[in-house]
T-cell receptor
């Protein structure tokens, strides 16, 4: 079985502050991991993905995430929050065993305070 | 993602009615998915299809059915809608070129309310 846990359903940061959104996973095989962002009234958009090539993954809009196998984590960070980063963020895990099943976390809503 | 189009975007209907949500894509992907999103629960997979002749149940398929009319079209039906099927529904696609780790591409969703 595979699972994804996102700690904190709501996170608030000040504009210009560090953004840290937490994701922990459980998987019996090496995982592929993704972060998606959802803006109001829109579908999910891919921010970045980890596919075992490099543990530090850079994505769009200045976001990056680091895969830490020992901690089973894939936390999303951005050095300086911008108002436009306010959205809901989803961590997702795909089983690398062949079938493209994706398990999503429950999401974290990011609020950016001016 | 304009390449994945869902219709309608919003629908209000009554308990017991039959509802069809449609999804079409121009990405040329073989794989298509239907999810529902509920607050605090993330996205849950209803059905998925890896090609026109391949349909599979997801984790919450009860009360739903699907039809893959063509590579580009994948529709979701609620035969007799009930209030707890009120949710935001997403269609997604993915390719398999380049390996099995391809991300999914989502439509903008259908907000369904069942009274």
């Amino acid at each position: 079985a595979q699972s994804v846990t996102q700690l904190g359903s709501h996170v608030s940061v000040s504009e210009g502050a560090l953004v840290l959104l937490r994701c922990n996973y459980s998987s019996s095989v090496p995982p592929y991991l993704f972060w998606y962002v959802q803006y109001p009234n829109q579908g999910l958009q891919l921010l970045l993905k980890y596919t075992s090539a490099a543990t530090l993954v850079k994505g769009i809009n200045g976001f990056e995430a680091e895969f830490k196998k020992s901690e089973t984590s894939f936390h999303l960070t951005k050095p300086s929050a911008h108002m436009s980063d306010a959205a809901e963020y989803f961590c997702a895990l795909m089983n690398s065993g062949g079938y493209q099943k994706v398990t999503f976390g429950t999401g974290t809503k990011l609020q950016v305070i001016p | 993602d304009a390449d994945v189009t869902q219709t309608p975007r919003n629908r209000i209907t009554k308990t017991g009615k039959r509802i069809m949500l449609e999804c079409s894509q121009t990405k040329g992907h073989d794989r298509m998915y239907w999810y529902r999103q509920d607050p605090g629960l993330g996205l849950r997979l209803i059905y998925y299809s890896f090609d026109v002749k391949d349909i599979n149940k997801g984790e919450i398929s009860d009360g739903y059915s699907v039809s893959r009319q063509a590579q580009a079209k994948f529709s979701l039906s609620l035969e007799s809608a009930i209030p707890n099927q009120t949710a935001l529904y997403f269609c997604a696609t993915s390719g398999n070129t380049g390996g099995n780790n391809q991300p999914q591409h989502f439509g903008d969703g259908t907000r369904l309310s069942i009274l």
